[in-house]
């Protein structure tokens, strides 16, 4: 069983998402001109997959 998060900033769901904001950020700094948007994607998918999961858990618990 997994230690409950104390702070937002533990949440895997934050780190991801944080991380995907910050390659966005690049990007668009780069006026889409230098960007690799296949690092992009896989961190889309990624965070999706997170969002998912953490929303079939918070729905199927039973607090």
């Known amino acids: 069983m997994r230690i409950p ?3 937002f900033e533990e949440l895997v769901v934050w ?3 944080h991380q995907f904001v910050l390659e966005i950020y690049l990007i668009l700094a ?3 001109e230098y960007g690799d948007v ?3 994607n896989l961190l889309i ?3 999706s997959k997170l969002l998912e999961a953490y929303s079939h858990a918070i729905l199927n ?3």
């Open 5 to 7: 998060a104390k702070r």
């Open 15 to 17: 780190q991801k998402a």
């Open 30 to 32: 780069n006026d889409l």
């Open 38 to 40: 296949s690092n992009l």
């Open 45 to 47: 998918e990624e965070v």
């Open 61 to 63: 618990s039973d607090s």
